[in-house]
């Protein structure tokens, strides 16, 4: 009684996702192989309709003046996409560079080599960035004063 009948995603057309880029309309191909990188848009959906993208860059350690720098959302958004695609190794983040899709969805026009996040690493004074990414802020809790 009062509960709708499942639809399976076949059945739905495109459905609108807000992400920090804007909105998009995201399509279910049950037909189409799944990827990892495929379903990152529903987890920037996550990051923009809670603030968690816009907070983070606020209280990001990195502060650019000019337009000569990269960033701080570019920077860390490729350090962003890089880690969500499994990679470990500052080399690995030049994977992204091709990446013409995701980069727009976090509101970026594209990503930076290793060689501007390694540099942003060191002048940022981000000594633990697992631990900036999970909201401890920029010092790890093993981090000794």
Known sequence: MGECKSTSFGDQKAWPVDTPGGRYYAEWDTGA???REGQLIFFFQFLHAGGRWKE??????LKYTGNRGSGAAKVF???LLSVLSGHW???HINAERGDGVNPGLLGIDGTV?????RQAMMRGGVPSLPFYFLGLGAKSP???E
């Open 33 to 35: 192989p799944v990827t």
């Open 113 to 117: 080599s290793e060689d501007v996040v």
């Open 77 to 79: 958004g490729t350090v």
């Open 142 to 144: 093993l981090h000794s």
């Open 89 to 91: 190794r500052y080399a």
């Open 56 to 61: 983070f860059l606020a209280r990001c350690p």
